[in-house]
Nanobody, 125 residues
Framework: QVQLVESGGGLVQPGGSLRLSCAAS????????IAWFRQAPGKEREGVSC????????NYADSVKGRFTISRDYGKNTVYLQMNSLNAEDTAVYYC??????????????????WGQGTQVTVSS
């Protein structure tokens, strides 16, 4: 069955870095775009970044451009989110998700069909 498992979250000081991982299984990895979303308490889930199936295209939310980098490793069926210069506004549960076929490269949650369980990122001094 399709599985997405996030890891790498934790507590980090402002200005620090974290690398999140999303290990995928149960489907052909290089057929699907993958995205990262996040949800802070009391807020809607928002798209953070997405990467096309062949890594040729990426998109980022304006709030993370220049600080976050998405990538994927086809040998490990894993998508990464490198997060630098973290601040308190980045505190959230981070989820990875697989796009529905035919939806292109979007960051609309409704365009994604399988989700991981999430990993908590807390930025605090």
């Amino acid at each position: 069955q399709v599985q997405l498992v996030e890891s790498g979250g934790g507590l980090v000081q402002p200005g620090g870095s974290l690398r999140l991982s999303c290990a995928a299984s149960g489907f052909t990895f290089d057929v699907y775009a993958i995205a990262w979303f996040r949800q802070a308490p009391g807020k809607e889930r928002e798209g953070v970044s997405c990467i096309s199936r062949d890594s040729s295209r990426t998109n980022y939310a304006d709030s993370v451009k220049g600080r976050f980098t998405i990538s994927r490793d086809y040998g490990k069926n894993t998508v990464y989110l490198q997060m630098n210069s973290l601040n308190a506004e980045d505190t959230a549960v981070y989820y990875c998700a697989r796009v529905k076929l035919g939806r292109g490269l979007t960051m609309r949650p409704s365009d994604y069909d399988y989700w991981g369980q999430g990993t908590q990122v807390t930025v605090s001094s």
